[in-house]
């Protein structure tokens, strides 16, 4: 069973547009949301995190929005750059777990 | 080192071939993580360890499957008589906190191709 769901699956947006990736999830046990970007070839990267406190944590051009009882997040890229594309993934977890549950990743792709 | 190092980048190994694959965690990193990203999709957990102690294989697919890391620093995945679904990236993490989630750190990764 998927744990978290993410889409879309790629998503092409022009440049200094608003790049919108959603995720959900099903496990009422999680309490840590991270996205994680990557690049061809690299690792991922952590790029933004939020704890369910809160419903929304900005940094700089990237926004995470975070509905408790809808059970759903989203990364908002806002002024999108040629540079930011990469494939995007959503993930969950416990905050004292060991695992990150995955979604099955967004490829964005930025047109100049 | 300044991130988490992964050797070798590429592996080509026949089927029933078995591997090695190593991981060089950032200096001081307690938590060590093992994560397998076939084509396409997103990583699935393998194992954890903290230091040199297992504490989590749950991930590991199959008792060919096999992880250790004997000093607490540097790890190594193992997997024994190769299959064709094998074939996927091989990504190690490393925290240095061992009470949360926060903050992993991976690799490049390995791509292992089994033929």
């Known amino acids: 069973q998927q744990q978290v769901k993410q889409s879309p699956q790629s998503l092409i947006v022009q440049k200094g547009g608003i790049s919108i990736i959603n995720c959900a999830y099903e496990n009422t046990a999680f309490d840590y949301f991270p996205w994680y970007q990557q690049f061809p070839g690299k690792g991922p990267a952590l790029l933004i995190a939020?704890?369910?406190?809160?419903s929304e944590k900005k940094e700089g051009r990237f926004t995470i929005s975070f509905n408790k009882s809808a059970k759903q997040f989203s990364l908002h890229i806002m002024d999108s750059q040629p540079g930011d594309s990469a494939t995007y993934f959503c993930a969950a977890s416990r905050w004292t777990g060991n695992q990150f549950y995955f979604g099955t990743g967004t490829s964005l792709t930025v047109i100049p | 080192g300044a991130g988490v190092s992964q050797s070798p980048r590429y592996k080509v190994a026949k089927r029933g071939q078995d591997v090695a694959l190593r991981c060089d965690p950032i200096?001081?990193?307690?938590?060590l993580f093992w994560y397998q990203q076939a084509l396409g999709q997103g990583p699935e957990f393998l194992t954890y360890f903290q230091n040199e102690a297992q504490l989590d294989k749950s991930g590991l697919p199959s008792d060919r499957f096999f992880a250790e890391r004997p000093e607490g620093s540097v790890s190594t995945l193992k997997i024994q008589r190769t299959q064709q679904e094998d074939s996927a990236v091989y990504l190690c993490a490393s925290s240095s906190n061992r009470a949360t989630n926060e903050k992993l750190f991976f690799g490049s990764g390995t791509q292992l191709s089994v033929l």
């Open positions: 939020i704890r369910p406190d809160v």
């Open positions: 200096s001081g990193h307690v938590s």
